[in-house]
């Protein structure tokens, strides 16, 4: 009789380790909306970020923003170097933005000029890390987010999002030749971090009728990074 009991208490402990073992694998599948709202929050707290920004698809008439890289700080800051395309060449700008204030080393000088970023084809890029104008905003206007595949970059594991952007929004942040068109949008998010590490746009940006692209990498979260205004010339 002990025996049998004994045998039957066994069994109970073995029947129960697979449901234990499928218990203790964590939580349920982060949804894209999960994980966008995971890599906004992570990015609104980050202080400070580097980036480099490509593109493709310019036409060689007007001015337009191509490129560039540089680092940002919060709350309001930026330095680095845009690329802006005239008429078929590119220019290297060296640009600082403190406090709303937008700086350039134009081309031929030697001394920083206050500007207006707009006559140059972008914004203000010290804006680019406030939560209410710059790259963070991108992550809750996703419609349509779909998880894609995780992939291995760099050593860390990421996750693509692929999604549709209000076309307003993205034109606001960068540009657009018609605001009203929708933006494709795929974004890839450090698995573990939440960090943002790249994002891939696809819209009108230069042409109402061919469609452009810009590539944005970020990296170096919270690095240090001392920003002031230059001395102007």
């Given at each position: 009789?002990?025996?049998?009991?004994?045998?039957?208490?066994?069994?109970?402990?073995?029947l129960?380790?697979?449901?234990?073992?499928?218990?203790?694998?964590?939580?349920?599948?982060?949804?894209?909306?999960?994980?966008?709202?995971r890599?906004?929050?992570?990015?609104?707290?980050?202080?400070?970020?580097?980036?480099?920004?490509?593109s493709?698809?310019?036409?060689?008439?007007?001015?337009?923003?191509?490129?560039?890289?540089?680092?940002?700080?919060?709350?309001?800051?930026?330095?680095?170097?845009?690329?802006?395309?005239v008429?078929?060449?590119?220019?290297d700008?060296k640009?600082?933005?403190?406090?709303?204030?937008?700086?350039?080393?134009?081309?031929?000088?030697?001394?920083?000029?206050?500007?207006?970023p707009?006559?140059?084809?972008?914004?203000?890029?010290?804006?680019?890390?406030?939560?209410?104008?710059?790259?963070?905003?991108?992550?809750?206007?996703?419609?349509?987010?779909?998880?894609?595949?995780?992939?291995?970059?760099?050593?860390?594991?990421?996750?693509?999002?692929?999604?549709?952007?209000?076309?307003?929004?993205?034109?606001?942040?960068?540009?657009?030749?018609?605001?009203?068109?929708?933006?494709?949008?795929?974004?890839?998010?450090?698995?573990?971090?939440?960090?943002?590490?790249?994002?891939?746009?696809?819209?009108?940006?230069?042409?109402?009728d061919?469609?452009?692209?810009?590539?944005?990498?970020?990296?170096?979260?919270?690095?240090?990074?001392?920003?002031?205004?230059?001395?102007?010339?």
């Open positions: 009789m002990l025996l049998r009991r004994a045998a039957l208490a066994l069994l109970a402990v073995l129960a380790v697979p449901v234990l073992a499928g218990c203790s694998g964590g939580g349920p599948k982060e949804s894209a909306s999960g994980l966008l709202a890599a906004k929050k992570t990015l609104d707290e980050t202080k400070t970020l580097h980036f480099v920004l490509d493709s698809g310019a036409p060689s008439t007007g001015t337009s923003l191509v490129g560039g890289q540089g680092d940002m700080a919060r709350p309001s800051s930026f330095q680095g170097t845009l690329k802006v395309q008429s078929g060449n590119t220019v700008l640009v600082v933005s403190v406090s709303g204030k937008v700086h350039a080393q134009l081309p031929f000088t030697s001394a920083y000029s206050l500007i207006d707009a006559g140059f084809g972008f914004g203000d890029p010290g804006a680019l890390l406030d939560p209410t104008t710059g790259i963070s905003q991108l992550l809750t206007a996703a419609k349509n987010a779909k998880l894609g595949d995780e992939k291995r970059v760099s050593g860390e594991v990421v996750r693509e999002v692929t999604a549709d952007l209000p076309g307003d929004l993205v034109g606001r942040l960068l540009t657009s030749k018609d605001p009203t068109r929708t933006v494709q949008a795929r974004l890839s998010i450090a698995s573990d971090s939440g960090q943002l590490r790249r994002v891939a746009l696809t819209g009108p940006f230069f042409t109402t061919r469609d452009g692209t810009y590539t944005l990498q970020l990296s170096k979260f919270g690095a240090h990074v001392d920003i002031t205004p230059p001395a102007t010339g």
